[in-house]
């Protein structure tokens, strides 16, 4: 139904920036709260951000709150994340997530998001 790709990984060095993309398609996605986790090896897949379908609400880890910013533009069926000060311990495979209700009680649980992109890796050197 919903197909989502994520875009924008990439080696960068702690401090750089970097801005993820994701590509919603396929469903009704525009009314969809979407999320940002990732997945370090050997790890679970832990919550990044999360913002509903008008941008105008958002939730982020306690890790990464006041470096990075998830947003999304509605038209365009993109949510973006923008990743600043980053440090090595943000390496991990990052992935895009659908949640097709409009209110959730546990916005930072995987299970709440029924579609997932590929994932897109991105890697911190020191």
């Known amino acids: 139904q919903v197909q989502l790709v994520e875009s924008g990984g990439g080696l960068v060095q702690a401090g750089d920036s970097l801005r993820l993309s994701c590509a919603a398609s396929?469903?009704?996605?525009?009314?969809?709260?979407m999320g940002w986790f990732r997945q370090a090896p050997g790890k679970e897949r832990d919550f990044v951000a999360r913002?509903?379908?008008?941008?105008?609400?958002?939730y982020y880890a306690d890790s990464v709150r006041g470096r990075f910013t998830i947003s999304r533009d509605v038209v365009k069926n993109m949510v973006y994340l923008q990743m600043n000060s980053l440090k090595p311990e943000d390496t991990a495979v990052y992935y895009c997530?659908?949640?097709?209700?409009?209110?959730?009680?546990?916005?930072?649980?995987?299970?709440?998001?029924?579609?997932w992109g590929q994932g897109t890796q991105v890697t911190v050197s020191s």
């Open positions: 997530a659908a949640d097709p209700s409009a209110y959730s009680s546990t916005p930072r649980a995987s299970s709440s998001y029924d579609y």
């Open positions: 913002i509903n379908w008008s941008g105008g609400q958002t």
């Open positions: 396929g469903g009704t996605f525009r009314r969809y709260a």
